[in-house]
């Protein structure tokens, strides 16, 4: 039997039906669209196999902010409401018959990134429900991302138009270029454009850095700010070598919850 894996990035989902809402205090409402959302998202995908991560929303910045500790320095809490309903939220969606992953020492991103991974290694097919972009360093013949709210693949071609790098490039884009949402400084100077110039002609950073054919305009930016290019792109990756403690059949999808 093949295996159809469909991971849900859930605080990304849960965030953008709650933040459409005339009122943040209306859980019932989140609650009621998010379950209608992923019956649309499982008649569409037809899983064997689901699971919604979540972060834990008691834990800090993670690994990231120990590395750079202006690691998203700015993000806004998550609101209170929203916080207090979020049990309430994953009862519901396990009585839809998805059961939820929350994170503990790591983001969920590395969660999911580490899931993902492992089983398309396998050649299983994998779906990431998520708008999140940084995903898409993972994409592989059998790893896909989709954005729900967009309705769209953020495949290989969308990259290509988006970025101009090839996926597996995505980080060193970042390690160069930042990402001012999450106060990843990248080096001071190269923005995405040069950030793309630079990669299509070297495959990564360190190849770059280490080449005499790099243009002086960007020789002197990256001698002065390697090591903040460096550490812009390790925060950038994600980690897919988590131990999960859990194994794919845990996941297998059996269609709604006896209540």
Known sequence: MSIHLVIIDALNLIRRVHSAQPDPNDIARTITTTTRTLNKIIKESQPTHIIAVFDHHLQDRGWRADILPEYKQNRKPMPEPLMEGLESIQDAWWKLGIDSLLSEGDEADDLVATLAVKVAEHNEKVTIISTDKGYCQLLSPTLQIRDYFQHRWLDEPFIEKEFGVKP?????????????????????????????????????????????????????KLDEHIDAARKSKQVSALKTDI?????????????????
């Open 168 to 220: 597996k490039q995505l980080a060193d884009y970042w390690g160069l270029a930042g990402v001012s949402s999450s106060q990843v400084p990248g080096v001071a100077g190269i923005g995405p454009k040069a950030a793309k110039e630079i990669l299509t002609q070297f495959n990564d950073i360190e190849q770059a850095y280490a080449s005499e054919e790099l243009p002086a305009k960007y020789r002197k």
């Open 243 to 259: 131990e999960l403690g859990f194994n794919l059949q845990d996941l297998r999808y059996n269609g709604p919850n006896e209540v």
